[in-house]
């Protein structure tokens, strides 16, 4: 099918596109940004006016639940919250059920998101088998079945002489470890943010140096190796301050952030609100002004929706018995609008480069050649209103995971039209 886009005002940070601009596409392609190509006749026509045209998203983090829990998620669910959120390339933590540690498994996960033709599913393989952090995984094999990278998820490794074998084997053919900075005893079992909150509240706390600690090792093993390694979810200001230092010192590190910590801290627990219950915990004011600091100056390289649907189940429960996670596929774009429309002012953070941590930054960062709209790349895109104010309520959700802490919350920025390799994935009526 060959798509005219018209009127629409294009971003796209990767190719320094801010402007108006018609899209022209074929075969899945796109084949050319403010003029068409020669003897280009369009078989559908989208209006965009008022609207804003963008590549699709790149989410770094979202758990799609299967194999194994599909009764907190299907793929059938989330992949249609990723459409209506824009989000047309994920990548997932092997943390399934089983753990993505075997070549076939990822095959299968890869063939049934790919029948379902709507977001580009890349799974990360699992460092260490089962997840246990004792034997390496067949890395070679799970590359060349889809993986694009290697993750421990939330399970860290005890063991530092096995992070540094981990380490090695993956410098050794060029692959990147992604690592959750969090050490494997400080802070076990803690459900809050070590601080005066959890402390009036009566909650066991996870302390700052659990993160700073981790990042230390892991930092003194990638100068020993030479290991790319993108560190997820970094949640403190310490912490935050020691990746801009890595940075500095040239070290190969990347690192994310969770949409939902951008604007939330650890008092947003308000009384026990199990929505909040997240890995890691919402931290302070500070660490939250310091999230918003790393990702204006660059020390922060994308944002992820962190995307953890949990059930009614295992979320309806008291604070410290309810399971962490938050919904976020579709909360990802919003989310990142409302920091730019509230930090504006004292960054000087520009649209534009807000939305290259959702596009073309988090597509470096796990080695995608997606996230922009060069010709000749794919036709990825997503279309949304600015200026459409909605409210987050479960039945507005498609993710079967319906628990956000932003429940209640008017957002700004809705997604009208996905579109995925030139066919319409989505489309809003209203």
Not at 84 to 104: A, F, N, W
Request: with cysteine; proline share 5%; glycine share 10%.
């Amino acid at each position: 099918m060959k798509l005219h886009i018209t009127n629409g005002y294009v971003i796209d940070p990767a190719n320094g596109i801010n402007a108006k601009k018609d899209i022209y596409v074929a075969a899945g392609k796109i084949v050319g940004v403010g003029l068409a190509p020669t003897g280009f006749i369009a078989s559908k026509v989208i209006d965009a006016t008022g609207l804003t045209v963008i590549p699709g998203l790149v989410d770094l983090s979202a758990r799609l639940r299967e194999p194994g829990y599909e009764y907190k998620a299907t793929l059938e669910s989330e992949l249609q919250a990723a459409m209506q959120g824009g989000v047309t390339s994920l990548v997932c933590p092997p943390d399934t059920e089983p753990v993505l540690d075997e070549p076939g498994l990822v095959e299968m996960l890869k063939h049934r998101a790919k029948t379902l033709n709507q977001a580009h599913v890349h799974p990360l393989g699992a460092l260490t088998v089962g997840l246990k952090g004792e034997a390496l995984t067949e890395m070679a094999e799970l590359t060349e079945a889809g993986c694009i990278g290697f993750s421990q998820a939330d399970f860290p490794i005890s063991d530092t002489t096995v992070l540094l074998r981990a380490l090695q084997y993956a410098a050794t053919f060029g692959y990147t470890v992604w690592l959750r900075p969090q050490d494997a005893h400080l802070g076990r079992g803690g459900i809050a943010h070590s601080g005066a909150v959890a402390s009036r509240l009566g909650l066991s706390g996870v302390p700052v140096m659990a993160e700073t600690i981790a990042l230390h090792t892991i930092f003194e093993l990638v100068r020993a190796t030479g290991t790319r390694v993108h560190l997820c979810r970094v949640s403190s200001a310490d912490g935050i301050a020691l990746v801009r230092a890595a940075k500095k010192e040239g070290l190969p590190v990347s690192c994310d952030v969770g949409a939902h910590y951008i604007h939330l801290i650890d008092a947003d627990i308000g009384f026990f609100d199990s929505n909040a219950r997240v890995t890691p915990p919402f931290r302070a004011q500070r660490d939250r002004d310091a999230i918003r600091e790393g990702l204006a100056d660059g020390t922060i390289d994308a944002i992820c929706s962190d995307h953890t649907p949990v059930d009614d189940d295992e979320k309806l429960l008291p604070f410290g018995e309810a399971s962490p996670g938050a919904t976020g596929l579709e909360l990802l774009l919003p989310l990142t609008l409302k920091w730019v429309s509230e930090y504006a002012d004292s960054s000087g953070q520009t649209l534009v480069r807000a939305i290259a941590k959702i596009t073309s930054d988090a597509a470096r960062v796990a080695g995608l050649a997606v996230g922009q709209l060069s010709v000749g790349s794919a036709a990825d895109l997503c279309i949304y209103d600015p200026d459409t104010r909605w409210k987050v309520e479960a039945k507005a959700l498609a993710s079967q995971g319906k628990h956000t802490p932003f429940l209640g919350h008017e957002l700004a920025g809705q997604v009208k039209m996905t579109i995925v390799a030139g066919h319409v994935a989505f489309s809003r009526s209203n």
